[in-house]
């Protein structure tokens, strides 16, 4: 029987010849030669080559769960972020109108006095905005690029799946597996991953990177 190996995964060639040669004699001591030219194509070992596939899936999913954690921190903390310089910008909006309506409707001197600080308030208020909560436009991008790798690598998992237990495109569709894993880590390189947090589980993150308000902050706008 010819090994699996016989044809290596690096081999540029996927196809090999093997010669046989048959010698013998008969019994007038004559000696004769065949010769049988086996034309030996990849061999694909099922046993192992499922238990890569699965192996692979297996790392897919668990990136793709801590991806969802983290998703699920960044996109909490923006939303926070957010929340807190909108009750600032109210703030301030209603400390300049209150002071406009005082300095107008108030005949006193005291009242004129007061309508004209309140609107420089709310002025000073848009420094201490900035400087209590920034604009989180790194972060956006940050859970923007990571809900797009998450749809990515969920697709190529629905694109890969195996059909059966020999799966004739299962060695190609190992390899595009494992290499969409290793381009998703090499572009998220500098991301610090959330495996575990006491304070959030999965099925919080899964519930939240699904939902359809969620979704609507992430989605292209097209004017």
Request: no cysteine.
């Amino acid at each position: 029987m010819v090994p699996y190996d016989f044809i290596r995964e690096n081999d540029t060639s996927r196809q090999k010849i093997l010669i046989l040669q048959f010698i013998g004699t008969d019994k007038f001591q004559n000696s004769d030669t065949a010769t049988i030219r086996l034309f030996i194509r990849t061999g694909v070992n099922y046993p192992q080559k499922n238990l890569e596939h699965a192996q692979v899936l297996s790392e897919i999913k668990k990136y793709v769960t801590n991806l969802k954690l983290t998703f699920y921190m960044v996109s909490k903390n923006i939303k926070t972020n957010k929340n807190t310089r909108t009750t600032l910008d109210i703030t301030g909006s209603s400390t300049a109108m209150l002071g406009t309506i005082i300095s107008t409707s108030g005949s006193a001197s005291s009242s004129q006095s007061l309508g004209k600080i309140l609107p420089s308030v709310g002025l000073t208020l848009v420094p201490v905005k900035e400087a209590v909560a920034p604009n989180k436009v790194q972060e956006q991008n940050t859970a923007s690029q990571i809900r797009g790798t998450i749809k990515r690598l969920d697709y190529m998992l629905t694109e890969n799946m195996l059909v059966g237990d020999r799966d004739p495109e299962i060695l190609t569709k190992t390899r595009k597996l494992r290499e969409e894993l290793k381009q998703s880590q090499l572009q998220l390189v500098d991301l610090p991953l959330v495996e575990f947090d006491p304070r959030y589980s999965e099925q919080d993150a899964e519930s939240y990177f699904n939902n359809p308000k969620v979704n609507k902050n992430y989605k292209l706008k097209i004017k």
